[in-house]
């Protein structure tokens, strides 16, 4: 054999050789001591060259890895009764919640715990119509994760109670909520607060919880009532004096599937700032919006995100939420969707 | 060969999603970008799972990157990451600067010589290599050598930097 280049020697170290071709060169390095100090010298650097890829780690694990997200099942499988099971859970929080409706406030003594069976019939209440359809992977409903409820201190009271219900079951403690949730009357609704915690499905790119949001935002969330909330995400911006401003953007998504973003700020952003962040973020991390199974969701993602350019509407609420409505749609109905915005 | 979505997701998600991870550095891209490589699965299955996969994935970074303009117009907005175990505050920090440094010296490299490092770190033979990146089976060695050695140069480079620097 005559002096293998440096492929070759790869392909010897990395076990890639076929048998005859490696004892050939494994000859040839016992007789030849410039290939001996060559291969050692490929080893070497092929050791190192391994240990500096490693260097960089592993990225956060996410509670969901390994199942198949629900926006990649195909369509013939995605079960109603994720709504059933959210609303159904929602009734049992709020009676386990120990609600003692005359008095406002929740009983002391009892802890919400939930069982719900995925299949069992929907509760008794109408719901809203048109709501568009979320999946959970029947792992996490057999695992029961969404189906319970957080063991809530029980004194709160009911208007703190609601942003409380919202959060993700994963055996968190409730996060420090101040008694300053005002004027949340709307957000009271122990069923429709449910709806919100159950449906955030376990999301394909759950950057954050719900829960994570409302701490972030320092307990109070703006939601855009009606619809599932599809993923959340915390972003923080930084703010001079190296505070950072801690920046929530909700997606859901219209009955076609076409995305709509709630992001949402209250300490020390700006709404230019916001609206800022908005188009930079836009351009890092394009809106997701998947149709199951579709063939074209590449080019549907990219006309979305084209065209949503101007359907944009800011604002600043009375309770100091400065929020940022986004979706593919006319100035009417960006409208219409803000008043949906509690 | 019937191609099964779930079976692929479960086996080859995670990997996808770290060797994104190390190619963008953004946790975030990395989830989108796997997102929509498993979604085009689903659209056209592929018979041979693992390289078509990585492939595709990286053809989208590809795509991002000429796209450009997505880095140089990013504000600094840093996303929450997801739970992570909790070293010290210096561990934490010794960690992330080495791997900043890893990620600065692959960045000098050219794509192809990323990719293949990136590829290797996840376990792919040769065969996979050639078929992922449309590499001539025979190049594979060469490329591999070619990129670990100019990996171990810049990194020390990076490393000397430093110390002159401090």
């Known amino acids: 054999m005559r002096h293998p280049d ?41 050791e190192e060259a391994d240990e500096i890829v490693a260097l960089l780690g592993e990225p956060a694990p ?23 099971l959210a609303w159904a859970a929602s009734l049992v929080a709020a009676a386990g919640l120990g609600y003692a409706g005359g008095a406002g ?9 939930v069982e719900v069976d995925a299949t069992e019939p929907p509760g008794r209440a109408a719901e809203p119509a048109a709501e568009p359809q979320l999946t959970a992977p029947p792992s996490d409903v057999a695992a029961g994760r969404p189906g319970v409820a957080p063991a809530t201190p029980p004194t709160r009271r009911l208007e703190e109670a609601a942003p409380l219900a919202k959060q993700r079951v994963d055996g968190e403690s409730a996060p420090p909520l101040e008694s300053r ?66 920046v929530v953007e909700l997606t859901y998504a219209d009955a076609a599937g076409h995305p709509i973003i709630l992001r949402q700020s209250r300490s020390g952003t700006k709404v230019s700032e916001l609206a800022a962040a908005d188009a930079a973020q836009r351009n890092a991390a394009p809106a997701q919006a998947y149709a199951p199974g579709a063939a074209a969701v590449g080019r549907e993602r990219a006309a979305a995100k084209a065209d949503t350019r101007d359907g944009e509407l800011t604002w600043i609420d009375t309770g100091g939420f400065k929020l940022v409505l986004r979706a593919d749609a006319d100035a009417d109905s960006l409208a219409r969707l803000r008043a949906r915005v509690r | 060969m019937t191609f099964d979505l779930a079976a692929a997701y479960r086996t080859y998600h995670g990997s996808l999603v770290r060797m994104l991870w190390r ?61 992570q175990s909790a070293p010290g505050p210096d561990e934490a920090l010794e960690r992330d600067e080495r791997a900043a440094r890893v990620r600065r010296a692959l960045l000098r490299l050219s794509d192809r010589d990323r990719e293949i490092l990136l590829l290797k770190a996840e376990g792919f033979d040769y065969d996979e290599i050639a078929e992922t990146l449309g590499l001539a089976r025979g190049a594979v060695g060469t490329t591999l050598s070619r990129a670990r050695k100019k990996l171990v140069e810049t990194y020390h480079r990076q490393e000397e930097g430093r110390d002159a620097a401090s």
């Open chain 1, 62 to 84: 996410r509670s969901d890895a390994g199942n198949l997200p629900a926006s990649l099942r195909p369509a013939a499988r995605r079960p109603i009764r994720w709504r059933n």
């Open chain 1, 105 to 113: 406030r929740f009983r002391p003594t009892e802890t919400a715990r």
């Open chain 2, 23 to 83: 190619r963008t550095g953004d946790r975030d891209r990395a989830e989108d970008l796997a997102h929509e490589t498993f979604a085009r699965a689903a659209a056209s299955p592929p018979d041979n799972p693992r390289p078509w996969l990585f492939a595709v994935a990286l053809n989208l970074v590809r795509e991002e990157g000429r796209r450009g303009a997505i880095r140089s117009r990013r504000l600094e907005l840093y996303r929450a990451e997801g739970p």
């Open chain 1, 6 to 46: 440096d492929g070759l020697i790869e392909e010897y170290l990395d076990g890639e050789l076929p048998a005859e071709t490696r004892l050939e060169l494994a000859a040839h390095a016992a007789e030849c001591a410039a290939c001996r100090e060559r291969i050692e010298a490929a080893r070497a650097t092929r």
């Open chain 1, 181 to 246: 949730e005002e004027e949340r009357q709307a957000e009271a609704d122990p069923a429709a607060a449910g709806r919100a915690q159950l449906a955030v499905p376990p999301s394909f790119r759950p950057a954050a919880t719900l829960d994570d949001a409302v701490r972030a935002l320092g307990g109070g969330i703006r939601l855009l009532d009606g619809l599932d909330v599809r993923e959340v995400s915390v972003a923080w911006l930084p703010m001079p004096g190296g505070d950072s401003a801690a």
